[in-house]
């Protein structure tokens, strides 16, 4: 090479790709990360997603410009190569500094104030409606005004998971607990480990666990061939029962959303008390604690069990408007099997993922994630900012011919539906080799 350094090629880099050998590369240069991973702040599932590869834009996507001055302790002493950037990639590391220059990352409005507030006037309404009013339709309101406050708060966990929406990290932190697990029930330990992950292998059907729904949804007959999960290590079996429920899941998409928060209060003490590693377990612990306090103290005070029911009901079913956001920004897109990689950053984000088209009066009802594409590119960007560079991102994936898929709610609900009912009448045909009755033919010409 005509010079002393050390160099490996590609090839070699991705041998390196065990938890135990765990290399990656960033701007030609080839770090050791294999002791780092059990300490890195945003866990070893994306260590391990992109081992053995180039991380340059993802580390770019993720980090701050002040994480660079702490790369050089695992460099180990090589180089790549066959390192090169594509034009694409090119185009993506300019506007991320053109962005930092015009400060944009630390600039975060005054989104957070606004939603604070609006967070406390609707708990405080809600428990008023609940304790000083009388009138089931009163109570049902209440309910609802809950799930609409859920869905505020999962907004602001959401920011503050991808950059400091407080002044300090500490403060940051106290407001994820406060906010994320003793307001919603939800650990916010949990979701960034599986967040992370999504955001590191979007819509990839092995890697990506915002993909794995088995036995109530799977967006691809991909899936059909009991795919092993890597992000939770188990095989994702499609058995008989799977096979029924996904036969109808274009029917009963609607109604599990409505219920999905059942399965993320599982998730949650599925992992705060396994034998993972959890950041700030006992701090997690006890928010959540302190929301099996309060809410089932709260929904006692209603006159009877019907009102009970129903007040949870309403509230799960208003908050479902936020799970079903989440799914149409990604069902419908393409997916794919495999790990990621990090040389294709770009395009696999525009590929995975959906816009939400709105006006700009309704960017305080979808949290700003209505622009999928522009946070998973620009994760860090606080949300005031992802309506201003949309053209800009739209103008990148035209000048590469790659996607930008910018559709209404109701045609999001389209395409998921369209998705989802493809993917049904395959799990039937799959599921009943044998000639079907009349019956079944007359639920399914009509499903």
């Not at 765990?22 to 300490?39: H, P």
């Not at 580390?59 to 190569?81: K, V």
């Amino acid at each position: 090479m005509g010079d002393n350094k050390k160099y490996i090629s590609s090839d070699e880099l991705k041998k390196h790709n065990k938890s135990d050998d765990l290399w990656i590369s960033i701007q030609g240069k080839v770090y050791n990360v294999t002791d780092w991973a059990k300490e890195h702040p945003g866990g070893d599932i994306p260590l391990m997603n992109l081992a053995g590869n180039d991380v340059t834009d993802a580390f770019i996507a993720f980090h701050p410009g002040s994480a660079w001055q702490h790369l050089d302790r695992f460099f180990n002493g090589y180089y790549l190569e066959d390192f090169k950037v594509s034009e694409v990639s090119k185009d993506y590391r300019r506007l991320v500094s053109e962005f930092s220059k015009a400060g944009m990352f630390e600039k975060k409005g005054h989104g957070v104030i606004y939603s604070l507030c609006l967070v406390a006037l609707l708990l405080f309404t809600c428990v008023y409606g609940v304790l000083c009013c009388n009138g089931f339709w009163v109570h049902m309101l209440s309910g609802g005004l809950l799930g609409f406050l859920w869905m505020q708060v999962a907004y602001l966990g959401h920011d503050s998971g991808h950059y400091q929406i407080m002044t300090t990290r500490g403060f940051n932190k106290v407001a994820q607990i406060l906010t994320g697990n003793c307001l919603t029930g939800i650990s916010i330990a949990w979701w960034k480990w599986t967040h992370n992950a999504h955001h590191i292998a979007c819509n990839s059907l092995d890697y990506d666990p915002d993909l794995q729904h088995l036995p109530f949804l799977a967006v691809s007959t991909k899936l059909f061939h009991s795919l092993t999960s890597q992000f939770y290590g188990r095989k994702l079996t499609f058995d008989p029962l799977s096979r029924f429920l996904v036969s109808y899941q274009h029917i009963s998409y609607y109604p599990v959303m409505c219920v999905a928060r059942v399965n993320l209060y599982l998730q949650t003490l599925l992992l705060l008390f396994s034998k993972r590693k959890v950041p700030d377990r006992a701090f997690n612990i006890l928010g959540i604690c302190v929301f099996w306090s309060w809410f089932p103290l709260l929904v006692s005070c209603l006159p009877n069990w019907n009102e009970r029911v129903c007040f949870v009901l309403t509230s799960f079913c208003v908050c479902s408007v936020q799970h079903i956001q989440f799914t149409l920004n990604h069902f419908a897109a393409n997916v794919y099997v495999g790990a990621p990689k990090g040389n294709d950053w770009f395009e696999k984000q525009t590929s995975g993922t959906i816009d939400i088209s709105c006006s700009s009066w309704m960017d305080w009802f979808f949290g700003g994630l209505q622009f999928q594409l522009e946070h998973h590119l620009f994760p860090r960007l606080p949300r005031c900012h992802l309506r201003n560079i949309a053209p800009v991102v739209r103008e990148l994936c035209k000048k590469h011919n790659l996607p930008y898929r910018s559709l209404s709610f109701f045609e999001a609900n389209v395409w998921t539906l369209r998705t989802l009912r493809a993917a049904a009448l395959e799990a039937r045909d799959f599921s009943n080799p044998v000639p079907k009755n009349l019956l079944w033919e007359a639920v399914n010409t009509h499903g």
